[in-house]
Nanobody, 122 residues
Framework: VQLQASGGGLVQPGGSLRLSCAAS????????IGWFHQAPGKERAEFSC????????YCADSVKGRFTISRDNAKNTVYLQMNTLKPEDTAVYYC????????????????WGQGTQVTVSS
């Protein structure tokens, strides 16, 4: 069982990135999914966006209207589209999956990816 995140990088303020998270060893459409971020100096990962198996999504106020979580079940992959990026979005981003309903608590997820670095700077 594995989640492999990719798509991070260095981007200027106002730019966009799309993060991908490919699942292997399990069927992602049976799981709630989430994207979390851990900013420099922060002890805990915080949620960015989460999505349930029925397609409903929820994003943190800090990214609402800028970030979109989605999944492609045929590819067994989850995405985080990040637009209008700000320096404060700089963090390591993790994808995660859990059985049942999605939550905003990273430790409650069953599987985690290895993280991908996003740096927003001019």
């Amino acid at each position: 069982v594995q989640l492999q995140a990719s798509g991070g990088g260095l981007v200027q303020p106002g730019g966009s990135l799309r993060l991908s998270c490919a699942a292997s060893g399990f069927t992602l459409d049976d799981y709630a999914i989430g994207w979390f971020h851990q900013a420099p100096g922060k002890e805990r990962a915080e949620f960015s966006c989460i999505a349930s198996t029925d397609g409903s999504t929820y994003c943190a106020d800090s990214v609402k209207g800028r970030f979109t979580i989605s999944r492609d079940n045929a590819k067994n992959t989850v995405y985080l589209q990040m637009n209008t990026l700000k320096p404060e979005d700089t963090a390591v981003y993790y994808c995660a999956a859990k059985r049942g309903r999605p939550t905003t608590s990273f430790p409650e997820y069953d599987y985690w990816g290895q993280g991908t670095q996003v740096t927003v700077s001019s």
